[in-house]
Antibody
Framework: QVQLVQSGAEVKKPGASVQVSCKTSGYTFTTYGISWVRQAPGQGLEWMASISSYNGDTIYAQKFQGRVTLTTDTSATTAYMELRSLRSDDTAMYYC?????????????????WGQGTLVTVSS | QSVLTQPPSVSAAPGQKVTISCSGSSSNIGNNYVSWYQHLPGTAPKLLIYDNNKRPSGIPDRFSGSKSGTSATLGITGLQTGDEADYYCGTWDSSLSGGVFGGGTKLTVL
């Protein structure tokens, strides 16, 4: 079955960076994209960015432009999300999710399945 | 403030039917596919509906989706206590060039 398994919880200080990994299995990695979605405490879901595992094309939400970088390792069927210049309001559960985006012209209009989530806490 | 508008909460009795609305604009729902997610506390969100009205394998037909203009609706029939969760609509916003979600609707099965 399709599975996405994320790396463990992180505690970071303001100004630091964090990298979260998303190991996939059960499907051909290069035939789907990976999106990252976060949920701050008591808040709703917020889409951050998407990367095509086919050609590495990325698209970022305007809010995160310049602060987040998505990459993939095709041989390891793993996606990575790096968020820099962390602030206290970046404290959230971060999820990776498979999406259908393969090319620049397509959009990630659904997310399935999702990883189990990685809690990132930013605190001094 | 979410780009898509959902009611904060809905409730109904076991066995009854409930609908959850999701309102947007021409830049998002009006010209893009809508998806719906069920999110139980402490678990990963789960895709219920994609491409406005399609159910992934394994999702019971108690769940349905529809779209009209700039609004979408999730319907759940035969409510069960296990359906208590937060429900989110999502779509692409062509003006923002990004994915957007509703603020979420908490379903209570009384």
């Amino acid at each position: 079955q399709v599975q996405l398994v994320q790396s463990g919880a992180e505690v970071k200080k303001p100004g630091a960076s964090v990298q979260v990994s998303c190991k996939t299995s059960g499907y051909t990695f290069t035939t789907y994209g990976i999106s990252w979605v976060r949920q701050a405490p008591g808040q709703g879901l917020e889409w951050m960015a998407s990367i095509s595992s086919y050609n590495g094309d990325t698209i970022y939400a305007q809010k995160f432009q310049g602060r987040v970088t998505l990459t993939t390792d095709t041989s390891a069927t793993t996606a990575y999300m790096e968020l820099r210049s962390l602030r206290s309001d970046d404290t959230a559960m971060y999820y990776c999710a498979r999406d259908p985006r393969l090319t620049r012209e397509s959009v990630p209009n659904w997310f399935d399945p999702w990883g189990q989530g990685t809690l990132v806490t930013v605190s001094s | 403030q979410s780009v898509l508008t959902q009611p904060p909460s809905v409730s109904a009795a076991p066995g009854q039917k409930v609908t959850i609305s999701c309102s947007g604009s021409s830049s998002n729902i009006g010209n893009n596919y809508v998806s719906w997610y069920q999110h139980l506390p402490g678990t990963a969100p789960k895709l219920l509906i994609y491409d406005n009205n399609k159910r992934p394998s394994g999702i019971p037909d108690r769940f349905s989706g529809s779209k009209s203009g700039t609004s979408a609706t999730l319907g759940i029939t035969g409510l069960q206590t296990g359906d208590e969760a937060d429900y989110y609509c999502g779509t692409w916003d062509s003006s923002l060039s990004g994915g957007v979600f509703g603020g979420g609707t908490k379903l209570t099965v009384l």
